[in-house]
């Protein structure tokens, strides 16, 4: 017997109060620290952004300079880092994986201290997914340039090449949006590892974790791999019909909170239209767009009532794959955005000090009685 109060994946539960963001899903709105998302994702640079969720303001320019600078300085990696990168590479790990083994070593060399190990989880974490990913294709890192942004010198240590303004501005946008959204699956893994007075880089191991899975992080790829083997728009209809008749989900569609479409979708379609329209690959971005809306229909045709809709992930691989990301890196870069919303709530749910501990509802046996094991049937 499930009890009234029972809710199946906390959906619709309340679990806690944040200043870090709000998510209206009947109206299709994100707040970040005040700030509609339109406002902030084209215009903040991500030290910007950082700044605000952990501060709760905006930077004057000399706290954006000094912040800047902070960040810079901690980008490198410790050594031992450096070194089980190169091992799980010759394994040809999966970069997420590398990702959280990596992330577990990130205590080191770091000073003591919440608000420390979060400036250093924020300024490594694009060092070890750039590393890693040269390690993987056979190159030697680039180290971090201190004179270039945190964006910029993302794209910088993964291509070995400063980005023109243009893609320094897709992907600056990109990290925005995806900095924070309240309680999703890997806040929330955050939040309660933090809720025992455990440690930032634990916290934040966890929530690597949890972003891997493909209902929370994992799906730009695959939606990006369904708009290459559609191929042509005429193509559409039929391949994402044979899809929903087998059952399968469309990589990049639903939402457990937004009922209406996603406005980071809409922030993200913006910013690849300017990339795509810039000298990219129009065609596909106009066959994505075409496949975004018989998707939809679709989705209204087969789940009537679900208001399935185009969600943050489907322009994200748009986006990414316009500045030359491979797909093996969208959920790695997802969490080089993601990773400074989930230090804000680590530092939020360590002042807030109470431990995050659930009730279930058994369903198990009642009433067995021992017995020993040679007295134990098949
Ligand atoms: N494609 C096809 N059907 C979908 C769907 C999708 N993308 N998303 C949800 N559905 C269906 C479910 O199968 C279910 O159908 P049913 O009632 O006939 O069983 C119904 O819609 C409700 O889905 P539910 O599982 O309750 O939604 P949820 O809130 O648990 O799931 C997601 C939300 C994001 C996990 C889900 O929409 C999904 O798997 N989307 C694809 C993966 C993705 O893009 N993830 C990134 C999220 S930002």
């Known amino acids: 017997m499930t009890s009234p109060t029972t809710a199946p994946g906390l959906e619709g539960v309340i679990a806690g109060s944040t200043r870090l963001s709000r998510v209206n899903g009947l109206a299709g709105e994100l707040i970040i620290a005040g ?32 912040f800047q600078s902070r960040l810079a300085g901690l980008r490198t990696l410790p050594a031992a880092t450096l070194d089980l990168l190169r ?13 959280r083994m990596a992330a577990g070593t990130l205590s080191l060399n770091s000073v003591e201290g919440a608000e420390n190990e979060a400036a250093a989880l924020v300024a490594r974490f694009p060092t070890v997914v750039a590393a890693y990913w040269r390690l993987l294709n056979r190159a030697e890192p680039v180290p971090p340039d201190p004179q270039l ?22 992907v600056e946008t990109y990290l925005n949006t995806v900095i924070d959204h309240s309680f999703n699956a890997s806040t929330f893994t955050a939040r309660v590892i933090t809720s025992t007075a455990s440690d930032l880089v634990s916290a934040i191991t966890g929530a690597v974790g949890a972003l891997k899975g493909p209902l929370h992080g994992g ?11 559609i191929g042509q728009t005429e193509r559409a209809e039929s391949y994402l019909r044979a899809k929903l008749e087998r059952g399968e ?4 569609f639903g939402h457990r909170v937004y009922k209406v479409r996603d406005p980071r979708a ?3 379609s913006a910013a690849a239209e300017v990339m795509y329209r810039a000298g990219g690959d129009l065609q596909l971005y106009d066959l994505a767009r075409a496949v975004e809306q018989i998707a939809v229909a679709l989705l209204t045709e087969y789940k009537p009532g679900r208001n399935l809709q185009t969600n943050v992930e489907f322009y994200t691989a748009l ?6 990301l491979e797909t093996a890196l969208f959920t790695p870069t ?15 749910q360590r002042a807030e000090g109470r431990l995050i501990r659930p009730s279930s509802d058994y369903h198990g046996g009642l009433g067995r009685v021992w017995a020993d094991v040679t007295a134990r049937g098949g």
């Not at 215009?43 to 905006?58: G, I, M, R």
């Not at 091992?87 to 990702?99: I, N, S």
């Not at 799906?219 to 083997?229: I, R």
Request: aromatic share 8%; glycine share 8%; with cysteine.
């Open 87 to 99: 091992a799980v590479a010759a394994e040809k790990t999966p970069p997420m994986d590398a990702l």
């Open 249 to 252: 989900r469309l990589m990049g």
């Open 266 to 268: 809409d922030v993200l």
């Open 219 to 229: 799906a730009p790829g695959p939606a990006l791999d369904m708009v290459f083997e």
């Open 334 to 348: 997802f969490a080089v955005g993601r990773v400074a919303g989930w230090t804000a709530h680590c530092l939020e």
């Open 319 to 324: 986006l990414l794959h316009g500045l030359g």
């Open 35 to 66: 700030y509609a998302l339109e406002e902030i994702a084209a215009n903040a640079s991500f030290e910007e952004t950082t700044f605000l969720l952990w501060n709760d303001h905006l930077p004057n320019a000399a706290q954006l300079a000094d």
């Open 149 to 170: 942004g945190h964006a910029a010198n993302y794209l910088y240590m993964l291509n070995g090449q400063r980005p023109t303004s243009a893609q320094t501005r897709g």
